[in-house]
């Protein structure tokens, strides 16, 4: 029973589509996000959502549009595809946001990665 | 802002030898910290976690990490490297943003 998941696991499109990417967590966690890592394995934060309100909001392009009908589920829509979005998106959860300092509540729990290809 | 720099891009290492890689961190005040491992083609995963108990913090398939206030680093070590450590490693700092990784290849 997968505790985060995401589909689909690889996507293949091209320029100029609009494509989502969807996310479930399992685990009863407050928290979900969205990571981007690129070709060089960097991996940047995009968005996070806690219990449905958007928290962190990165300097992503507006084609990006997070949307969580409810805590367990964070979707990634994106608009207008573009070549450099080529990447592995990874979703992930974590019981609380920033839970301070004696923290089990930061530790994040990833999906196994959307990889999208435009063409 | 807090943030983190993994000062070498890429480790190569021999079997049996050690693992030192290495995490600065920049906080305003006492962060938590973390190590996650990505094997090739795979997820993240959870290596170890430094919230206060303890300095010396052991985690997973025998990595440790040792918290230096003083020097503001967070360092991931191993006794000695087994070739299924290869994989990239990540240093976290608690506002999940991730530093840009250390590559680790085992040489046999």
């Known amino acids: 029973d997968t505790a985060v998941s995401q589909t689909p696991k690889y996507l293949v499109t091209q320029m100029g589509n609009d494509k989502s990417i969807k996310c479930e967590q399992n685990l009863g966690h407050d928290t979900m996000y969205w990571y981007k890592q690129d070709s060089k394995k960097f991996l940047k934060i995009m968005f996070s959502?806690?219990?449905?309100?958007?928290?962190i909001n990165e300097t992503v392009p507006n084609r990006f549009s997070p949307k969580s009908p409810d805590k367990a589920h964070l979707n990634l829509h994106i608009n207008s595809l573009e070549l450099g979005d080529s990447a592995v998106y990874f979703c992930?959860?974590?019981?609380?946001?920033?839970?301070?300092?004696?923290?089990?509540?930061?530790?994040?729990?990833f999906g196994a990665g959307s990889r999208l290809t435009v063409l | 802002a807090q943030s983190v720099t993994q000062l070498d891009s890429h480790v190569s290492v021999s079997e049996g030898t050690p693992v030192l890689l290495r995490c600065n961190y920049s906080?305003?005040?006492?962060?938590?910290l973390f190590w996650y491992v990505q094997h090739p083609n795979k997820g993240l995963q959870l290596l170890l976690k430094y919230t206060s108990a303890a300095t010396l913090v052991k985690g997973i398939n025998g990595f440790e990490a040792e918290f230096k206030k003083s020097e503001t680093s967070f360092h991931l070590t191993k006794p000695s490297a087994h070739m299924s450590d290869a994989a990239e490693y990540f240093c976290?700092?608690?506002?999940?943003?991730f530093g840009a990784g250390t590559r680790l290849t085992v040489k046999p």
């Open positions: 992930a959860s974590s019981q609380d946001l920033m839970g301070g300092f004696h923290s089990e509540a930061n530790v994040l729990t």
């Open positions: 906080s305003s005040y006492s962060p938590s």
């Open positions: 976290v700092v608690n506002d999940m943003r």
């Open positions: 959502y806690n219990n449905k309100e958007l928290i």
